[in-house]
Nanobody, 125 residues
């Protein structure tokens, strides 16, 4: 089962930006990866992990209301990589961010793979 490795997190001030990356731990053929719907999740301290955004193989996206207009998910199928551009960051965005293959494109869909280590995003002045 392919795992995904997240990177790009860090400490940023409110209003700042970060770009997260999610890469497959082993090579997947582009013809297969492009069929994967992928999702970015986050887990804040003391809270359950939540699905933040999804992207289908064809590039259709969905976002939870709290990040609409601030976060942008994208993908490069040739590189087996999914990105999350986060702008206008707020302290409430502080969480560990994970990516996973998803069962569908809606925000009710579920993760299909095992979890990686995630990448910590801290928004603080």
């Amino acid at each position: 089962q392919v795992q995904f490795v997240e990177s790009g997190g860090g400490l940023v001030q409110p209003g700042g930006s970060l770009r997260l990356s999610c890469a497959a731990s082993e090579t997947i053929s582009e013809s297969i990866f492009r069929f994967y719907t992928m999702g970015w999740y986050r887990q804040a301290p003391g809270k359950q992990r939540e699905l933040v955004t999804t992207i289908t193989g064809g590039g259709i996206t969905n976002y939870v209301n709290s990040v609409k207009g601030r976060f942008t998910i994208s993908r490069d199928n040739a590189k087996n990589t999914v990105y999350l551009q986060m702008n206008s960051l707020k302290p409430e965005d502080t969480a560990i961010y994970y990516c996973n293959r998803n069962s569908g494109a809606t925000l009710l869909s579920r993760p299909l793979g095992s979890w990686g280590r995630g990448t910590q995003v801290t928004v603080s002045s």
